[in-house]
């Protein structure tokens, strides 16, 4: 069947509650602190797997205690691990504070991530069919080349334009499948020379000058999507929302599964917002991932 390769960050992360953000020069005294797996390359590979799909993760981490720490859900889950290089560099991390409520400042250190190389893919290699998936924490050059050459040797595309940076229009080419959140949307507007404001129409442009399938998260308002003559939108179903991390990176992870099953654009934007929406009831980025049984109980419901 059709394999799911993710090239991508890995990142630890190390979050703390605060009374209150830190000022330069001011300490904080926070009470304890709690690390996590984290990086959306590491994160979205989780999703697709407990979704149901083959997964390979190409990426990079330290030759350190945090690797492991980085690493073990994914191959707790069966996340093929064999492209993920032990470099020098530390593994990637963030560190994290969060106040009362709720609001946080978040510093990230690249770490190992930086030094990831679409040699990596090269060396793996990637087989007509499969889906690459992308995002933008790892160098942007690289995650180039990494496409340029999934689309040569006859795989299918997915960039998550996560964050947004460095965006332009030559990132997609036909049959490619974007997926912004609404600040990436606007972004990916104005680089597209299209009016920011409007997700509905920045997606329907993009479809049809690009020939790509543009995906837009929309939050609590569910997602839209729209590919070649269809559009698709799917409403969010109603959860107890405890911690919204991850949602975003459960929600690609979900809707490449799907795509890579070969489900159709609705289905399977209905699929990946169930699974986003699963994602915000338990704390954390990887913890609260869900799996197939639990996702498609929540879309049969909604």
């Not at 979050?15 to 926070?30: D, H, K, Q, S, Y």
């Not at 000058?209 to 997602?223: E, S």
């Amino acid at each position: 069947g059709r394999v799911i390769v993710v090239f991508g960050s890995v990142n630890v992360e190390f979050v703390t509650r605060v009374p209150a953000i830190p000022r330069p020069g001011e300490t904080i005294l926070g009470p304890s602190y709690a690390v996590a797996p984290g990086g959306k390359g590491a994160n979205q590979a989780l999703a697709a797997r407990l979704a149901g799909e083959d997964v390979a993760l190409v990426a990079a981490v330290g030759a350190d205690p945090f690797a492991e720490v980085a690493l073990a859900g994914l191959a707790r889950a069966g996340v093929d691990l064999s492209a993920v290089a032990r470099l020098e560099a530390p593994t990637g991390a963030a560190f994290i504070a969060v106040d009362a409520a709720g609001e946080n400042a978040i510093v990230v250190a690249a770490g190992a991530n930086a030094s990831l190389r679409a040699e990596a893919l090269l060396a793996r290699g990637i087989a007509p069919g499969d889906l690459l998936v992308l995002q933008r924490e790892v160098d942007v050059g690289e995650t180039r080349k990494a496409a340029a050459f999934a689309r040569s040797r006859g795989a299918s595309v997915l960039l998550n334009l996560a964050p947004a940076r460095d965006f332009v229009a030559a990132d997609l080419a036909r049959g490619d499948i974007l997926v912004v959140n609404e600040h990436e949307a606007d972004y990916a507007a104005r680089a597209l020379g299209l009016a920011p404001g409007d997700p509905e129409a920045s997606a329907r442009a993009l479809a049809r000058t690009h020939g790509a399938t543009c995906v837009v998260t929309l939050g609590a308002q569910g997602a839209l999507a729209a590919g070649g003559a269809a559009f698709e939108r799917a409403r969010a179903p109603k959860v107890e929302v405890v911690d919204t991390t991850g949602a975003g990176d459960c929600f690609v992870g979900a809707l490449a599964a799907e795509v890579a099953r070969g489900a159709p654009l609705g289905a399977a934007l209905r699929f990946a917002v169930a699974a986003g929406a699963l994602a915000c009831t338990a704390p954390g980025a990887q913890s609260g991932l869900p799996n197939r049984a639990a996702i498609e109980a929540l879309t049969a419901a909604g």
